[in-house]
């Protein structure tokens, strides 16, 4: 779609500045993120504090973000794909919010399991998890960015693989704490942690889906996305 | 002629786009509609456009796109223009406008017409109002008639402020209420279609607010369709939305598609607010 500039110049840099803001809020939220993943899996108990104190920041930018958007669609009343992208905008900061969220209790469960004593070495499962979600998340603020849905579909589909892996720390979990019941309670700490992260990967795909409908004005939540795929491939043909 | 100027916009807009009416439900048909001033300026190109029953179709677009021109067509206003020629099949259910059977005098009866400025008669209320009925015999007694001046200003929502004041001028009363009064007069005649051409850009937001809960009212009866400026108003008030852009008709759909996620570039650019 061609793109022009508004005839108001002040409504450009208004759309502008949100896109921009939301783009820094996704940054230092994946900062926390991939902070919170390092802290936990190398024991790092400075860094885990700093990520359980850091999430106000994301907590601000929130709020600032939706006072942004309340003022463009009281002064400019947005239409079409404006409205689309502050729509996105106004969704998209909740859920990097919750991502803020997750992120501060792994930091605090990192804490925890960094002062243990009793090593089960169980949180190392989390490596790959970990290394997953970050790449989701990362690719999520990327499709974001250059509001590319074709890479926002792909996203959507690591949430499947996401899951999976979810699944076998679970099941590893559930074992060991039967072998080994002294440990169960940091057993479950690190069983939170990976809750945690699955649960920051399914906010990365609801991003995803806003983005899907920031560029091509249709709600794809909640429907097959290897059908949405494949329509919108016919349709490129 | 202008087409040759425009061969890259015709190309753009080889078709127009949106989703088409259920034949059942069209109220008035355009088919290859192309309107010209003096031979050698098209106003209008190849227009096909469904307007459907009870419904608001509100047309936009930037001055001189010819929304206004297209709305003239409607009841053969451009045959008081000199050099204006109309070509193409305009249908008013399912009956061609411009078939010799039609009397342009009671088409304009059935589609009747408000203007930008409120153009009450320098006659009384009362008069306003029952010019019409009289004109075209559709009452037998001034008793009738008194029903006929009453349903109507009840209709446009005028009759609790003016039934003391018949008798005084239509020309004395607001802006807003002349407006309504000159809804009031349209209705008279028991018309099909109402068409308004920016019928609330001379008024305050709160009578341009009486005037769309007016049309809102209205729309169980009459098909109405509505030329504005306005995009808020069109995305307050109309079922469906149609964009013109240099005398051709863009796309045409639900408003809340059009407003969300309008298919063609030009319509989003307006829309939005960009240059085009």
């Given amino acids: ?237 | 002629m202008e087409i040759s100027d425009n061969m890259d916009l015709d190309q753009e807009i080889s078709k127009t786009v949106g989703s088409p009416l259920l034949e059942s439900k069209v109220r008035i048909a355009c088919r290859d509609v192309n309107v010209f001033y003096n031979k050698n300026v098209q106003a209008i190109f190849n227009v096909n456009l469904d307007i459907g029953k009870n419904q608001i179709l509100a047309m936009i677009g930037p001055s001189g796109c010819g929304k206004s021109t297209l709305l003239r067509c409607f009841n053969r206003m451009n045959d008081t223009i000199e050099d204006c020629v109309v070509d193409g099949l305009i249908e008013l259910d399912g009956e061609n406008i411009h078939s010799k059977k039609i009397d342009p005098v009671v088409l304009r009866a059935n589609v009747g017409m408000v203007f930008q400025k409120p153009n009450p008669f320098p006659k009384s209320i009362y008069d306003n109002v029952a010019y019409g009925p009289k004109l075209h015999g559709l009452t037998q007694n001034n008793s009738e008639l008194d029903d006929i001046v009453e349903e109507s200003l009840t209709k446009a929502g005028l009759w609790k402020e003016t039934k003391d004041r018949l008798n005084k001028p239509g020309t004395g009363l607001s802006g807003g209420q002349q407006q309504r009064l000159c809804i009031a007069r349209a209705i008279a005649v028991k018309p099909e279609v109402i068409l308004m051409d920016e019928p609330t850009s001379a008024l305050d937001p709160i009578a341009t607010a009486t005037i769309e809960e007016l049309m809102s009212e209205l729309k169980s009866t009459y098909t109405i369709v509505i030329v504005t400026h306005s995009m808020q108003q069109a995305a307050r008030i109309s079922d469906r939305t149609a964009y013109f852009h240099l005398g051709r008709l863009v796309e045409v759909d639900e408003t809340g598609h059009i407003f969300t996620n309008p298919i063609h570039s030009l319509t989003e650019n307006y829309i939005t607010g960009r240059f085009g």
């Fill in chain 1, 1 to 237: 779609m061609e793109n022009h500039d508004h005839i108001s110049n002040q409504f450009d840099n208004d759309l502008e500045s949100i896109r921009n803001h939301v783009l820094s809020m996704g940054g230092l939220v994946e900062t926390n993120v991939k902070n919170a993943i390092t802290s936990l899996l190398e024991r790092d108990q400075a860094l885990a504090e700093e990520v359980a104190t850091a999430d106000f920041k994301v907590n601000q930018m929130e709020i600032e973000i939706d006072e942004e958007c309340t003022q463009i669609i009281a002064r400019r009343q947005p239409a079409a794909g404006d409205l689309r992208l502050v729509l996105t905008a106004i969704k998209m900061i909740t859920d990097l919010e919750r991502i803020g969220d997750e992120a501060e209790k792994i930091g605090r469960y990192a804490q925890t399991l960094a002062s243990k004593k009793a090593k089960t070495g169980m949180h190392l499962e989390l490596q790959t998890l970990g290394e997953k979600v970050s790449s989701m998340l990362n690719k999520t603020l990327d499709a974001f960015a250059r509001m590319d849905a074709s890479q926002a579909m792909e996203v959507v589909g690591l949430d499947i693989r996401i899951d999976e892996e979810f699944d076998r720390i679970s099941r590893l979990l559930v074992s060991h704490m039967m072998e080994e019941p002294k440990n169960i309670k940091s057993m479950l700490r690190v069983s939170w942690c990976a809750r945690s992260l699955e649960r920051i990967g399914d906010h990365a795909q609801n991003i995803c889906e806003y983005v899907i409908y920031s560029v091509h004005g249709e709600d794809v939540r909640h429907t097959d996305i290897d059908k949405v795929k494949k329509e919108y491939l016919s349709k490129q043909e």
